[in-house]
């Protein structure tokens, strides 16, 4: 073998062993953890106290965005006080399983 097709088949390998390393969440149980979003999240026409503005449906959201977005939280890159304390008490488990339930549900 030429010395391209063993670096091309090392990519290959290396790309299927990172796809594959990705967990998928559990919808069921993300469904049991979205209870506190829905208390914002869940109410149509809701708008938040502090800071002011209107809280965004996530049901149906991206799940690579909803996963990103509480990452983010987590990591204090986004934000807004109530989710960054949200965000800060879910493992990464926990933050797949609510992402792979909400971005299941019909927008």
Same mark, same amino acid.
């Given at each position: 073998?030429?010395?391209?097709?063993?670096?091309?088949?090392?990519?290959?390998?290396?790309?299927?062993?990172?796809?594959?390393?990705?967990?998928?969440?559990?919808?069921?149980?993300?469904?049991?953890l979205?209870?506190?979003?829905?208390?914002?999240? %869940?109410?149509? %026409?809701?708008?938040?106290?502090?800071?002011?503005?209107?809280?965004?449906?996530?049901? %149906?959201?991206?799940?690579?965005? =909803?996963?990103?977005?509480?990452?983010?939280?987590?990591?204090?890159?986004?934000?807004h006080?109530?989710?960054?304390?949200?965000?800060?008490?879910?493992?990464?488990?926990? =933050?797949?399983?609510?992402?792979?339930?909400?971005?299941?549900?019909?927008?």
């Amino acid at each position: 073998m030429t010395r391209l097709q063993l670096l091309g088949l090392t990519v290959a390998a290396a790309i299927f062993a990172t796809a594959s390393v990705h967990a998928e969440g559990d919808k069921a149980a993300g469904r049991k953890l979205i209870y506190t979003c829905n208390g914002c999240h %869940g109410v149509p %026409g809701y708008a938040n106290a502090y800071p002011n503005y209107p809280v965004p449906r996530i049901a %149906g959201q991206n799940e690579q965005y =909803i996963v990103n977005a509480l990452h983010e939280y987590k990591s204090g890159d986004r934000k807004h006080p109530t989710m960054m304390a949200q965000a800060q008490s879910l493992s990464d488990k926990d =933050i797949e399983d609510i992402a792979a339930y909400l971005s299941s549900l019909a927008k």
